[in-house]
C-alpha cells in the first residue's frame, strides 16, 4: 500500500493505491472528510478501497488540516457554506487533473461534510459516475435556514445582512438537490445515516431518498439507503464496509 502526500492545483491530498497498482489507469475515489476532520482520518475508508483496486484522493477541505486558519469552531462554523461550496468548486481540479492521468471512471463520498458536499457535486457535475453519502443532506437550502435559526437561538449574532443572506440562499439553492433531483440522472448512490443523528438530522435525507427512488424503479438496487437504528453521527464500521462496497459494485462496471 503507497500513501502519498501530493498537491493537485493548490490542493493538499493523500493519493493511496496498492503497490501493485501504481501507474495504471485505475478507476478513483474521492473521498471527503467532515467538518473540523482532515484528511488522514479517512484513511481506514483508503485503506480499504485500495484493496479493491481503486486509487483514492483524501483532500484536504478548505480551512481544515494543513490549510487551517487560527479559527475557533464558531468562527469555522460561520464558514461552512465557504468550505462545501469551495470544495465543490475544487472537485472540478481534482477532475482535470485525473482525466489528464487517463482515468476513465471516477466516484466521489464522504462523511458529514463531506457526504454534504458529495450530493452538492451530484447536482453540478454528470462526470460522477457512483457516489456514497455518509451522514449527508441534500437540502442545503433548508439545511442552511437551520443552522441559521441555531446560532441565533443560542444568541449569536450572524454577521451578515439580510442582502447577504439572501445571496447565499439562492447560491445554495443551485446546488439543492431536493430542488433538482433529476439532475441524479440515475446514477447509483448509497446512502447512511445514524437514526439518532442530531447533528445532521436523519430524516430530511431519508425523505430526500423515499421521493427520490421513484426515478429508480427501473433499477432500485442503484438506489439504497442503511438505517442504522442505534447510531449517533458516527459511520459504524459495517457502514464503512458498505461504501466500499458500493464502489467496488459500480466503478468496476
Known amino acids: 500500500m503507497r500513501i502519498k ?34 484528511k488522514e482520518h479517512n484513511l481506514h475508508y483508503a ?4 484493496k479493491k483496486g481503486f486509487q ?6 478548505h480551512l481544515h488540516g494543513m490549510r487551517s486558519e487560527p479559527l475557533d ?19 472540478k481540479m481534482l477532475h ?3 482525466s489528464a492521468r487517463g482515468v476513465k471512471r471516477i466516484g466521489v463520498g464522504g462523511t458529514s461534510m463531506g457526504g454534504i458536499t458529495t ?37 449569536f449574532k450572524l454577521p451578515i445582512t439580510s442582502e447577504e443572506r439572501k445571496s447565499l440562499l439562492d447560491t445554495l439553492a443551485l446546488f439543492d438537490l431536493t430542488r433538482q433531483r433529476k439532475r441524479l440522472n440515475g446514477r447509483p ?6 437514526k439518532k443523528d442530531t447533528v445532521v438530522p436523519y430524516e430530511p435525507t431519508f425523505n430526500f431518498f423515499k421521493a427520490a427512488q421513484a426515478d429508480y ?17 458516527a459511520v459504524s464500521r459495517s457502514g464503512m464496509l458498505e461504501a466500499c462496497d458500493w464502489f467496488a459494485r459500480y466503478l468496476n462496471d
Request: charged share 25%; with cysteine.
Open 5 to 38: 502526500e501530493e498537491t493537485w492545483g493548490g490542493i493538499p491530498l493523500l493519493h493511496i493505491e496498492e503497490d501493485r497498482d501504481e501507474g495504471q489507469q485505475k478507476p478513483a475515489v474521492i473521498f471527503l472528510h467532515g467538518f473540523t476532520s482532515a
Open 47 to 50: 485503506f480499504n478501497m485500495a
Open 56 to 61: 483514492v484522493l483524501l483532500p484536504e477541505a
Open 73 to 91: 469552531e464558531v468562527q469555522l462554523s460561520l464558514r461552512f457554506w465557504e468550505i462545501v461550496l469551495t470544495s465543490i468548486e475544487e472537485m
Open 96 to 98: 482535470e487533473e485525473l
Open 119 to 155: 450530493l452538492g457535486c451530484l447536482a453540478v457535475y454528470d462526470w460522477i459516475d457512483t457516489a456514497a453519502v455518509m451522514m449527508g443532506e441534500p437540502g442545503f437550502v433548508e439545511l442552511a435556514k437551520a443552522q441559521m435559526s441555531e446560532f441565533e437561538r443560542r444568541g
Open 189 to 194: 448512490v448509497h446512502f447512511w445515516h445514524g
Open 217 to 233: 424503479a427501473a433499477h432500485p438496487e442503484r438506489f439504497t439507503f442503511t438505517t442504522d437504528q442505534s447510531a449517533g453521527h
